[in-house]
Nanobody, 123 residues
Framework: VQLQASGGGLVQAGGSLRLSCTAS????????AAWFRQVPGKEREFVAS????????NYADSVKGRFTISRDNAKNTAHLQMDSLKPEDTAVYFC?????????????????WGQGTLVTVSS
């Protein structure tokens, strides 16, 4: 499966952005999807995941209550709605996919990655 992330940009603190991950190739509905983020000099960090069936979401503590992950298997897309953004949310965001849903927080559990999309939150 090939993934393409989009939707990043510049937003003021307190604002919102919606990231999209569009899949092509194999049936996206069979894959669990996730979003990670990374800033220069730091490791890639788990943000949120959603199991293949659409249920079973998980969030990093730092984004709980502000971010919402969803998916539309009919359109082969996954989304990350980001509200109440903070400057510390600034990062390159990556979407990822794996068969199954084990170890959803570990980047190494995902075999498929999209290119990153930059999110910049100004104070």
């Amino acid at each position: 499966v090939q993934l393409q992330a989009s939707g990043g940009g510049l937003v003021q603190a307190g604002g919102s952005l919606r990231l999209s991950c569009t899949a092509s190739g194999r049936a996206f509905r069979n894959y669990s999807a996730a979003w990670f983020r990374q800033v220069p000099g730091k490791e890639r960090e788990f943000v949120a995941s959603i199991r293949w069936g659409g249920g079973g979401t998980n969030y990093a503590d730092s984004v709980k209550g502000r971010f919402t992950i969803s998916r539309d298997n009919a359109k082969n897309t996954a989304h990350l709605q980001m509200d109440s953004l903070k400057p510390e949310d600034t990062a390159v965001y990556f979407c990822a996919a794996q068969l199954g849903g084990q170890d959803y927080w570990r980047p190494n559990a995902y075999g498929y990655w999209g290119q990153g999309t930059l999110v910049t939150v100004s104070s």
